[in-house]
């Protein structure tokens, strides 16, 4: 780029270096904003007869081009792309979704000189009509050679975040006590459902039962025949592991284990298991408190029927200290 101070009456098409103010300090015109024949007059009305100015050289991109570029490439899912002011592009969602990030790859493209991009967490809710990432270009310009090699590698590698949609998802809860369910529908249904409001699901269906290997596997089962995106099992109990009531009743229904222990607080105790392609998590203790807690993490990505591993659960260490 080369900047410049030119006649405003030459400045048509050249791309503006600083804002510039009416004389009474209201903004006429943003910095990088492309100067039109209209400006030229309305600038000349404001006594304005010489501006700073730069132009695009060979192998430049100019910073909407740039951003819209990339924008394209970093998402996949429910979303739009909006362009704002000052060489940003804005990635907003067009209904209610997880986001999924690649922590790697977006640390990588961040990196770079030219381009930034700025997302929302990891496992995030976000409703329709929220904004989840902005790209930010270098002021003005971008080299092609540049924007070339970060697109080839989003391409390749990417994309960098999924806003993926919770369609029609559905919660099926287990009650379980040690002498009787119904006690623990009565101390966790309430909280459950402002729970379940804050992510826009309804509970589907729901059972209350002793917490016996037997009966909790006979539960679960009868739960599991409804399909529901997901099974929480809504305890009294703290389990020791996945040897106590409420793993040997998982193993018995076909559940596989996934994750026992959470590197979050609150719900450190949390077990994840998968029957087939549905998940089921207990997570005793968090159904007390509308509080964050695990449960408020975990909800999201397996609304949006992600399947959540091992290693990503172990990733919410960093973060995980919620109260």
């Known amino acids: 780029m080369k900047a410049q101070t030119v006649d405003v009456r030459e400045s048509s098409g050249r791309i503006l270096c600083c804002t510039v103010f009416r004389s009474g300090g209201k903004k ?10 209209d400006d030229i007059r309305v600038l000349e009305s404001e006594g304005m007869d010489r501006i700073w100015v730069t132009e695009l050289e060979d192998g430049e991109v100019g910073e909407d081009d740039a951003v819209c570029s990339i924008a394209s490439e970093i998402a996949c899912g429910c979303y739009e792309v909006k362009l704002s002011a000052g060489g940003r592009a ?12 690649d922590d790697d790859l977006l640390k990588q493209v961040n990196c770079t000189a030219s381009v930034v991009i700025a997302t929302s967490l990891n496992f995030s809710y976000a409703i329709a009509g929220q904004r989840i990432a902005t790209v930010k270009s270098a002021p003005f310009a971008v080299a092609q050679s540049d924007l070339d090699g970060l697109v080839a590698m989003l391409k390749d590698r990417g994309p960098i975040m999924q806003a993926r949609p919770m369609r029609g ?7 379980s006590d040690p ?50 995106s997901l099974v929480l099992v809504a305890s009294t109990t703290a389990p020791a ?3 106590d009531v409420v793993g040997r009743a998982l193993a018995r229904v076909g559940g596989q284990l996934e994750r026992f222990l959470a590197p979050v607080e609150p719900g450190n105790l949390m077990m994840l298991a998968y029957k087939d392609d549905i998940p089921i998590v207990s ?13 408020d993490l975990m909800l999201p990505p397996l609304l949006a029927r992600y399947r ?11 973060g995980g200290l919620l109260g």
Not at 28 to 37: C, F, N, Q, R, V
Not at 283 to 295: D, H, L, M, Q, W
Request: hydrophobic letters at 40%.
């Open 308 to 318: 959540v591993s091992t290693w990503e659960v172990a990733c919410l260490g960093h």
């Open 241 to 243: 592991g996945p040897e």
């Open 90 to 101: 804005n990635l907003v969602a067009t209904e209610n979704c997880c986001v999924l990030v």
């Open 28 to 37: 006429l015109l943003a910095k990088g904003h492309i100067i039109s024949e």
């Open 283 to 295: 997570a005793p203790g968090c159904f007390r408190s509308a509080k964050p807690n695990v449960v």
């Open 169 to 175: 998802s559905s919660v099926a809860v287990l009650y």
């Open 179 to 228: 002498l009787n369910g119904d006690r623990a529908r009565q101390m966790f249904e309430n909280i459950m459902r402002q729970r379940f409001e804050r992510f826009g699901v309804a509970t589907g269906s729901s059972l209350a039962c002793v917490e016996e290997e037997g009966a909790v596997a006979r539960s679960l089962a009868t739960l599991l025949r409804s399909r529901p």
